[in-house]
């Protein structure tokens, strides 16, 4: 899983742990491990997504 950081044009910011976040449509959505959607996020509110980093698989 990785995390994105969402900031939005509002100034706030939100940090996403999902396996993949994709545009679809006029949103991002946040995908996880299993395939189910994890977020909706409307573009127009979006100023940048920046992926920070892959999480570390631990068993």
């Given at each position: 899983?990785a995390r994105y950081l969402?900031?939005?044009?509002?100034?706030?910011?939100?940090?996403?742990?999902?396996?993949?976040?994709?545009?679809?449509?006029?949103?991002?959505?946040?995908?996880?491990?299993d395939g189910s959607a994890?977020?909706?996020?409307?573009?127009?509110?979006?100023?940048?997504?920046?992926?920070?980093?892959?999480?570390?698989?631990?068993?």
């Amino acid at each position: 899983m990785a995390r994105y950081l969402i900031s939005y044009l509002d100034g706030e910011t939100e940090t996403i742990t999902a396996a993949n976040l994709e545009p679809s449509g006029g949103q991002y959505v946040a995908w996880v491990g299993d395939g189910s959607a994890a977020a909706y996020i409307p573009m127009g509110n979006v100023r940048s997504v920046v992926r920070l980093r892959d999480e570390e698989a631990t068993d």
